[in-house]
């Protein structure tokens, strides 16, 4: 399901004088089909399930909403359930970015009932709101709400990182690379520097990135590339403007919808 086996997903929030987010998402094009789709409350890298629909477990919501599933090797715990007060991480991440709830009703349900793994994948979330708050979520595990000057998350467990140690794959320094810029930028923190760090950890060959995009709360605006591209940014705004592509910082033409 979505990101599996030797993926290497990252995922960051900045908090300064604006709230940025960073995602890469890396995925082997023979086994999942992605696209990234434009709605005009939603941006996000739409999955093709079972049911042939493009689902949105990594996305943006128009209202501030940034919800991304990343892999990670699986706990007992955690295990999938359909018994009742039970809920799977897939199907809380999709209503978060699809803002049917909101952070403070996550923190609701994640307080109130198991979280479970989907049936075909284990993964943990970083949720994120306008507020620059934070949650993590680990099924079997737990969760962890913070609004610190950054958070980050790649694809070995936050709150216990004893259970993942093992299976680290060598040398996957992304998270060690991404923290040490991380803890060096300021509140003036901005879009350029965000995709620096993404681009510092990308990923090539059959998991390579696929899509990496920096949402900048204040501008409420959501800038990508695709295919590790990262001369070429293309930005999306939820009023509905055209789509533009960016080449060293110049508007280049209209994207075609």
Excluded at 97 to 103: A, D, E, P
Excluded at 130 to 137: E, F
Excluded at 159 to 183: C, H, M, N, W
Aim: glycine residues 6%.
């Amino acid at each position: 399901m979505y990101c599996g086996g030797l993926v290497m997903c990252t995922r960051f929030v900045y908090n300064g004088k604006d709230t940025i987010i960073g995602f890469n998402f890396d995925i082997d094009l023979s086994v999942w089909t992605h696209k990234v789709i434009e709605e005009k409350n939603r941006f996000y890298i739409g999955i093709k399930m079972s049911d042939s629909s493009y689902h949105s477990f990594h996305g943006v919501n128009k209202n501030g909403n940034v919800g991304t599933l990343l892999y990670v090797n699986g706990n007992e715990k955690g295990k999938y359930s359909n018994a009742p007060k039970c809920c799977t991480i897939s199907d809380l991440t999709e209503s978060f970015i699809k803002g049917v709830i909101t952070l403070d009703d996550v923190l609701n349900i994640v307080q109130n009932n198991r979280i479970v793994y989907a049936p075909d994948a284990t993964m943990q979330a970083m949720l994120s709101d306008k507020k620059g708050r934070v949650l993590i979520i680990e099924p079997g595990l737990g969760y962890r709400l913070e609004k610190a000057q950054y958070s980050l998350i790649t694809n070995y467990s936050i709150l216990s990182p004893e259970i993942t140690k093992p299976y680290i794959v060598s040398g996957d320094d992304r998270f060690e690379r991404a923290d040490e810029l991380l803890k060096h930028c300021n509140d003036s923190f901005s879009v350029a520097e965000a995709f620096q760090i993404l681009k510092s950890v990308k990923q090539e060959g059959i998991w390579a990135t696929r899509v990496s995009f920096v949402y900048s709360v204040n501008e409420n605006r959501v800038y990508y590339v695709e295919n590790n591209d990262f001369e070429h940014i293309l930005k999306y705004e939820f009023n509905n403007s055209p789509d533009l592509i960016i080449t060293s910082g110049k508007k280049v033409k209209d994207r075609e919808r």
